[in-house]
């Protein structure tokens, strides 16, 4: 049976897609977008559900990488700043959840902490040699700087105490930056074996579900909650700001993930930098 005999629909449109033109293309990603917005709104009627599945789906790419450590024993593909970045946004956010809030998602954000600091130990100590040390060079400080004198800058007007709406505040910053380091070290790479892929897409979807939240929040007050946090005037825009951004940002992976998936293909492949 040849090759088109086997091909499911979803394949044929996948097929067709990639024979349209870039703008073609981004108008078409667009219509999708706004679909599955369309869908989960439907679907879904508590707006607080999208954080639980969006730490959900974090949590299962984190599994993805568990079973890549533990079975393939390599890390190659695996970008250790990310994870540490990673490693600290969660803490904070832990640490100001527990004190602040104390529900479900400092639970989902406790359990994919330890397994993110397992990943970070394998890393580091067991798997040392399968390393790309020499590919994964964006510095820590380029992100963690700017996220600090933001958070500084503008954060939450809450009744809590200064320091731990800063923290907050950085911590959110943090989240929408911290994958940069893995998207360069793949960019160096070029091609990505599954389990990477799997967990890059992961967050991808997370950082949907996330922006999925704000815009439904922004929608149902006809944008009035860009403005209810008081003299805080600035910080949801921020943080509206900062999902997008993390959402843009994982975009194009998760379209060349796809790509490779309706392609049949383990790997995938990223395009040569201009």
Known sequence: ?????????????????????????????????LTLLITLRLLIHDHNH?????????????????????TLKTCSGLSLKSQVLTAIFLAVRVFCSFIMEGDIHTILDFVTLAATLWVIYMMK?????????????????YLIVPCAVAAFLIHPATAHNFFFRVLWAFCVYMESISVLPQLRLMQNVQIIE????????????????????????????SGAYLY?????YFWIPMVFLAEIVQTFILADFCYYYIKSVMSGQLLVRLPQPV
């Open 1 to 33: 049976m040849g090759e088109k005999g086997l091909q499911t629909p979803a394949r044929k449109v996948f097929l067709w897609v990639r024979k349209q033109s870039k703008k073609v293309k981004t108008v078409l990603g667009v219509v999708t977008c």
């Open 50 to 70: 999208f954080f639980v599945l969006a730490e959900l789906v974090h949590f299962i790419g984190i599994l993805c990488l568990i079973y890549k450590l533990s």
């Open 125 to 141: 100590f067991k798997l040392k040699s399968s390393f790309m040390a020499d590919l994964d060079n964006m510095h820590y400080w």
């Open 194 to 221: 599954p389990f990477t892929a799997h967990y890059v897409f992961a967050l991808g979807v997370a950082r949907f579900l996330g922006c999925a939240h704000w815009i439904n929040q922004v929608y149902d007050t």
């Open 228 to 232: 209810l946090a008081g003299r805080g």
